[in-house]
């Protein structure tokens, strides 16, 4: 049996989720983006590994709340069952969890943005991230998402483990490699290259 | 060109057109006829000093090094000021949330969906920065103009120089945001027009601070000494 059957074109999708309603919501999201194709749902991780070893799927959405305390468990299933692993985000995620996961979706995005974001090749979501990655060094990139979720200088070099002097100074370059001085236009960059996720700061 | 008492107005809006707010703020009003700069401003009652002073500015864009300021000048400039905040609240401002709108509607990125929030937060600052010009610092200046002794006294130069800093930071940002960074869909004509107002705004409020730094605050201090 395929993953995807080439012929219908159609996909075997598992949805890894507590919530139930995430579930049937996101499935219902799914439908409206005329992927058509089974989608199996799974709500802890020992059933998100059985349900993988019965079959395989072409695409897995899978909550950060199942992967948070158990990241070794996930990232050895994401290298044993090959397929696109994506990342249901509706928070600003820690940048180690972005880097296991093929792609991210936002959950708080509009349906029409949801339904894009589904019928997408994976490249062109990586690419504003990519984007984002050859302007501005790792350092940098830390920096500037701590620098977009509030914290101070002194906190950012705190939890950063450097001076507040060095924070200072990858400011300065922030500033000078993007153009853009304030933390809320620095804000609308970090969103727009996908480096954070929308929260409630920014009602539209 | 340079505008001298005896240019005729229409000869002046004609080879520039920039003078046209201006005189719209000073309240010199079209169907100018024949009127000189002159008898326009003397027929208004505008201090004539003082329409030279801000319309040469606009014009070079550096405030000339061999004007003296004088004092007596000021209740007129601060009219002028006070009726350019009156344009930017009521014509700019809402001429550039609309844009905004209609850009928003185009396209759906998240980060675009932002720059309202944004241009919400731009603007609660700039009402603020206004509302301490007009109920502060205007105040405040002509007392110190009329001579009156007057104990109350919120106005801090520092904090006021401060206030346009922000401002003109938060407009760059927009603007930057929206020439490199904002992805395009079916926006590009309404990002465009959006653009061109937020030039203007900014050349606009670049000569409003210029006015402010250069004139207004050693003008105050001025007073301030001579009061002491």
């Given at each position: 049996m395929n993953a995807i059957d080439m012929a219908t074109q159609s996909e075997h999708i598992l949805i890894a989720h507590p919530s139930a309603i995430v579930y049937l919501g996101f499935s219902?999201?799914?439908k409206m983006a005329n992927i058509k194709g089974e989608i199996v749902y799974a709500y802890s991780l020992s059933q998100l590994e059985s349900r993988l070893k019965m079959q395989p799927y072409s695409r897995v959405f899978i909550s950060p709340m199942l992967?948070?305390?158990?990241?070794?468990v996930v990232a050895d299933l994401v290298q044993r069952f090959h397929c696109r692993w994506v990342l249901l985000v509706s928070e600003i995620m820690p940048r180690q969890l972005n880097e296991l996961f093929h792609e991210r979706i936002f959950l708080d995005d509009s349906v029409d943005e949801l339904i894009k974001s589904l019928n997408n090749n994976p490249e062109p979501q990586q690419n504003h991230s990519e984007l984002a990655k050859q302007i501005l060094s790792d350092r940098e990139l830390d920096v500037l998402k701590l620098l977009v979720e509030g914290f101070s200088n002194k906190e950012i070099a705190d939890k950063l483990y450097i001076s507040t002097h060095t924070v200072i100074s990858h400011r300065k370059n922030i500033i000078q490699k993007t153009g853009i001085k304030s933390v809320s236009g620095l804000t609308i960059f970090a969103v727009v290259n996908k480096l954070i996720g929308v929260d409630d700061y920014f009602p539209t | 060109m340079n505008l001298i008492?005896?240019?005729k107005l229409a000869e002046a809006v004609e080879s520039l057109p920039a003078l046209l707010p201006i005189m719209?703020?000073?309240g010199l009003p079209l169907g100018v006829g024949e009127h000189t700069i002159q008898t326009m401003c003397a027929d208004k009652g505008v201090d004539i000093n003082v329409f030279l002073f801000v319309s040469n500015l606009y014009l070079s864009g550096e405030v000339s090094k061999d004007i003296r300021f004088e004092s007596v000048w000021l209740p007129c400039l601060l009219?002028?000021?006070?009726?350019?905040?009156n344009e930017y609240l009521e014509e700019r401002y809402p001429e550039i949330k609309a844009q905004i709108s209609k850009m928003q509607a185009l396209n759906e990125n998240r980060g675009v969906k932002m720059v309202g929030h944004f241009f919400e937060e731009y603007m609660k600052e700039v009402n603020e920065h206004l509302d301490y010009e007009n109920n502060t610092v205007f105040p405040y200046i002509l007392q110190l103009v009329g001579g009156q002794l007057s104990g109350q006294n919120n106005f801090s130069v520092d904090e006021y120089k401060e206030h346009h800093d922000d401002i003109e930071e938060k407009l760059a940002d927009l603007k930057n945001l929206l020439i490199r960074h904002l992805p395009v869909e079916n926006d590009g004509r309404s990002r465009r027009i959006l653009l061109e107002h937020l030039f203007k705004l900014e050349f606009d409020l670049h000569i409003h601070s210029?006015?402010?730094d250069h004139v207004l605050i050693p003008l105050v201090e001025k007073l301030e000494n001579e009061r002491n």
């Open positions: 219902s999201v799914i992967v948070l305390n158990a990241v070794p | 008492p005896e240019t719209e703020r000073f009219r002028y000021l006070q009726q350019s905040h210029m006015i402010e």
